[in-house]
């Protein structure tokens, strides 16, 4: 036995607790080796020798390790466990302090006290059924409204271009959405702000008058909500605009503004010049907001109450959400779940999320690291089918089961070139990404005019507008989304089911997403090499 390769971690993604009184556990151990891995568990508040036993299957295999798992309920909601290894007649335990061979009883043995239902991890109901398309306002579609200097639609965007996309905009064409299969719509900013990203807020409280009223917001929303759409707004919480009426106060009165301490001053007189202030990135003109501030923390709890008494919005994305305080975003959910559990709250996080899906903060993350695992592979043909299927097991473990169904899991966004630009028109690879994509857990979200075919390099070509006439449409690509869209949206298995993926076959990428005995798989040549009656790229999906 490969000694070195045993893991486990209580109080992590590794110990969980599923729904109110299920333990979930997972132990690692080397590929290599031929084991029968058992948890044995008791309560403390009974006799230790009254212990009982769970099988753990092997569910995951990567090329250096196993990965086991097994669930249960303990006894009163609590219970001290360790792991039983058997190699051949061998018999060894594992608990906190390594691997021994002689049974602990209770020090050394892990331990979940008690399960309590602050510890449980829960999901809107919908995550599973959920999918999502981005929308960047300013460039999907207008309502013409009499607004002066505005780019001509269609134009290729420079860093400053205003288009005018709006409200009314975007409710006239719903039903291009809803003809898609789509559920959900994630709107990047739409609070006031003088630039075309509105990432830079100067007023909060308030749409941007360029996008409509207050009233057209609201009527877009309802109108989302009669197609079945549920609507997904942007925070920008980390920083705000230099024009904002706090940091103005503070380049006015400096020392003696009472907002000095919403920001993170480095020394006086303050100036954006100078840039003499925390920021986001190194944009003078985005200063960064103090969540560790009290005043600051109930101002923006305030905005949050402002927009969701106003706007029946279905949740919140949140902007660079790994640079705010944790307190701040725990107080944020306490309330946003106030007006609803399905309420959802999305963070911005580019590393491990598991700190942050807890049940405590967020609900789920964009998925970073499946975005760039796909690329490694599917796009940029950096590394091979068998190091992208490791990915994908390391990925696996790195969250858990409930959180994964909550994952945003996209291909490309407003932050990142196009996928069928960085592809250079490969269909059959573009295809087969967008494939796995719709039958791997998590929510898959679209980015607004990839169904048809849209181009767009590094920011800003990628925000480009929405050409609303048919005839420019990629219909082979359309009719591809429209399919695998419909897929997901039919198909039980491939919202809720488990996802298995296969290790024999160096050439094929094969994967099941199973339910009990109801299984559909996946199988993919993503390769340029000739497999039995696969042709270069092709897939098939099979329900069995």
């Known amino acids: 036995m490969r000694k ?19 333990i979930a556990l997972r132990f690692r151990a080397s590929c290599l080796d031929d084991l029968q891995i058992s948890v044995i568990e008791y309560n403390r508040f009974e006799d230790w020798r009254e212990r009982r036993t769970h099988s753990m299957m092997r569910v995951m295999d990567d090329s250096l390790f196993a990965y086991y798992q097994t669930s249960f309920v303990p006894s009163r909601l609590g219970c001290v466990y360790w792991f039983q290894i058997r190699e051949g007649n061998q018999v060894w335990f594992y608990d906190e ?45 207008r309502v013409e409204d009499g607004q002066k200097g505005l780019v001509p639609w269609g134009t290729i965007p420079t860093w400053r ?25 994630y709107f990047t900013p739409i609070a006031t702000s003088p630039t075309n990203h509105r990432y830079d807020t ?13 009233e057209d917001f609201r009527q877009l929303v309802e109108a989302c909500h009669e197609h079945g759409i549920r609507v997904v707004i942007d925070a920008v919480f980390n920083h705000c605009s230099n024009q904002f009426f706090a940091f103005q106060d503070v380049l006015k009165n400096q020392e003696k503004s009472p907002y000095k301490d919403w920001f993170i001053l480095e020394s006086f007189p303050v100036s954006v010049e100078k840039k003499n202030y925390q920021t986001f990135g190194f944009e003078p003109h985005m200063p960064k907001l103090n969540s560790e501030n009290e005043e600051v923390r109930k101002y923006l709890l305030s905005v949050v109450r402002h927009w969701m008494d106003h706007y029946p919005i279905d949740g919140w994305r949140l902007d660079v959400a ?22 959802i709250i999305l963070g911005e996080v580019f590393h491990n999320p598991d700190y942050y899906l807890r049940g405590d903060q967020f609900d789920g993350v964009q998925n970073y690291q499946l975005f760039e695992i796909v690329r490694r592979f599917f796009v940029r043909n950096e590394v091979s089918l068998n190091t992208f299927k490791d990915n994908l097991v390391h990925l696996w473990s790195m969250v858990t089961d409930g959180a994964r169904d909550s994952l945003l899991n996209q291909l490309d966004n407003h932050d990142t070139s196009r996928l069928f630009t960085e592809l250079k028109g490969d269909v059959k690879r573009l295809k087969a990404a967008i494939l796995f994509q719709f039958t791997y857990p998590g929510m898959p979200c679209v980015y607004y005019g990839d169904e048809i ?72 040549n993503p390769t340029e090499n000739q497999v039995g009656t696969f042709s270069p790229f092709g897939f098939t999906v099979e329900k069995t």
């Open 4 to 22: 070195e390769a045993l893991f486990h971690q209580a109080n992590s993604v590794w110990s969980t607790i599923e729904q109110s009184s299920i």
């Open 97 to 141: 302090y390594g691997l021994r061979e002689t049974e602990p009883w209770r020090l050394g043995g892990y331990e979940i006290p008690r399960i309590q239902s602050c510890d449980v991890y829960e999901a809107p109901s919908w995550v599973k059924q959920a999918v999502f398309y981005q929308i960047f306002p300013d460039r999907f579609a």
């Open 161 to 185: 271009d205003k288009f005018g996309g709006n409200f009314k905009g975007i409710q006239q064409h719903l039903s291009h959405l809803q003809n898609l299969g789509i559920n959900a719509i």
């Open 202 to 214: 100067v007023d909060y409280m308030k749409p941007d008058p360029l996008l409509g009223s207050e």
């Open 322 to 343: 790994d640079e705010v305080d944790s307190v701040f975003w725990r107080q944020f959910r306490d309330v946003v779940k106030s007006y609803g559990k399905d309420k």
């Open 453 to 524: 075919g849209m181009e767009g390099g590094n920011d800003p070509d990628n925000r480009r507008c929405f050409d609303w006439n048919p005839q420019t449409w990629n219909e082979e690509m359309r009719t591809f989304y429209r399919r695998v869209i419909g897929l997901r949206n039919q198909e039980r298995l491939l919202q809720e089911g488990t996802f298995r993926i296969f290790k024999g076959n160096e050439f094929l990428l094969i994967y099941e997403r199973f339910v009990g005995l109801d299984t559909i798989v996946v199988t993919m």
